[in-house]
């Protein structure tokens, strides 16, 4: 037992370099193992030479931003995270950065909504998200919490001309309709897509970007290689989420920016395509949505 709980804990191996380099679309740094210098040079020894770092709260925000001003390679993504706002509103001090939160509601949630829009306006930060609807861990009491801020960050993205990073989990259809009410800005990415063919030709409709994580090279997820297969080649990005949803054959083990290959062989595979053209691809599409 003591074995396989180590092997968990254990990082994967390097994956042979790509030929061709890409971006990882969406990173936490601020949440793995090592200096950031370190999990940098390591991805871009396999040939992973950006990165989106992505804030989640207000001091994982400022870190973002502190991040991409010290290394050219890492673009900032600066927002509140869907559960996050409910949390701010309601007072629980208790927040993803474990700071002691203020006794909450609308002025509460407007301040801290202030400090991301001022983040924004910075020249490193190429995006306003991961913002959006979590359905999963937030009740019926913060759903109307959640789309305020929801509206507040596309507006924020389109005022600033950032692109807009979603977060969508078990909320595919009120997303898409605040979306649709509030007008998308230019560049609007789907961070770890998770929904099926039918919706991804919607996106696809509008010019949104899907990126693919981890899951799709999940055995189970065959409607999400099928959304893979529906989205044009040009909206098409990949990510790791890491430290979260590290791709076949080490989920459950650390993610990190170097195993995006992993995840762009997987994909390539699906959509009948050497790794170097999905890569091509991958690469000016993500500099693209991100403004870069």
Known sequence: M???DDDRSTPPPLPEPLAVAVADSHTHLDMQSGTPAEGL???ASVGVTTVVQ???DVPGSRWAAELAAQFEQV???VALHPNEAPRIFLGDPDGWSGQQRPAGGEAALDEALAEIDALAALPQVRAVGETGLDYFRTGPEGVEIQKESFRRHIE???RHGKALVIHDRDAHEDVIAVLLEEGAPERTVFHCYSGDAEMAKVC?????YLSFAGPVTFKANQPLRDALLATPLDRVLVETDAPFLTPHPYRGRPNAPYLI???VR???ATLGLHEDELATAIAANTARAFGY
Do not use: L
Request: proline fraction near 4%; aromatic fraction near 4%; charged fraction near 20%.
């Open 41 to 43: 040079a390591r991805a």
């Open 261 to 263: 290959p992993v995840t």
């Open 54 to 56: 992505v804030g989640c």
């Open 2 to 4: 003591a074995k396989k």
């Open 75 to 77: 673009h900032a993504a």
């Open 156 to 158: 924020m993205a389109k």
């Open 266 to 268: 997987s994909m390539a």
């Open 204 to 208: 696809a409709e509008h010019g949104w």
